[in-house]
């Protein structure tokens, strides 16, 4: 993706020659929680047991692999400190909690399959925290997804149906699994850059929770 730039015109000076403009420059950011990288090396060994298979899938490079909660796509920089500043405010009143990454599965079906994907053990604070980040970003902006969450790691897309049965049968040994459990004390808005090789993550900030876990 090539990044677009766009400028706003500030003031035009008609007796003289001066000329302000400020330049703003569109990121693509989201919003997401730290996979560990004790649970990204059991995600490894899923990946590398599937890639022996003959199928048209793009697999997530390990490092990449995280919680989304929210993708907020197009963003000017100029923006980055509101949306920072309303993160902060959603996560001053959390307190840390863990969630459990778990199972195994794809989207939207069995038979029509479009990504592979790891669970996460249902959690109401992880949907409340969903919800009111959407109300934010909602309030600065962006749509508001309508859609039931459902929180997943994405391993691959799928790019086409070829030998895509066996992928889902070899899912089905794996669906009892549990990779690990993650301690969530902050959140991360991250940015992504398309590179030749693929996307390419980095962190612009991390939002950590305000309210200590009492003992």
């Known amino acids: 993706m090539i990044l677009q730039l766009q400028y706003i015109q500030i003031s035009v000076y008609r007796c003289g020659s001066l000329l302000t ?36 899938i793009k697999w997530l490079i390990l490092e990449n692999i995280h919680l989304t909660l929210k993708f907020l796509g ?41 990504v592979i994907w790891v669970g996460v053990e249902d959690s109401e604070i992880l949907i409340k925290l969903k919800r009111d980040i959407e109300n934010s970003m909602e309030f600065l902006g962006y749509q508001k997804e309508d859609k039931e969450f459902k929180p997943h790691l994405t391993l691959g897309r799928v790019r086409s149906q070829k030998g895509i049965v066996h ?18 004390d902050r959140i991360k808005l991250m940015k992504s850059e398309i590179k030749p090789k693929g996307a390419e993550y980095s962190c612009l900030h991390e939002i950590p929770f305000s309210r200590k876990k009492l003992a």
């Not at 992928?167 to 969530?184: Q, R």
């Open 167 to 184: 992928i889902v049968n070899e899912l089905d040994h794996f669906k009892g699994k549990e990779f690990g459990i993650i301690h969530i």
């Open 21 to 56: 403009k400020f330049y703003t420059m569109d990121l693509r950011c989201f919003i997401a929680i730290r996979i560990t990288d004790q649970i990204k090396r059991e995600i490894g060994e899923l990946i590398d047991i599937l890639i022996k298979y003959d199928v048209d």
């Open 74 to 114: 197009k963003t000017p920089d100029v923006l980055i400190p509101k949306i920072k500043e309303s993160l902060l405010n959603i996560v001053s009143s959390y307190e840390p909690f863990y969630i459990k990454i778990c199972k195994t599965g794809v989207f939207p079906n069995r038979k029509h399959p479009r």
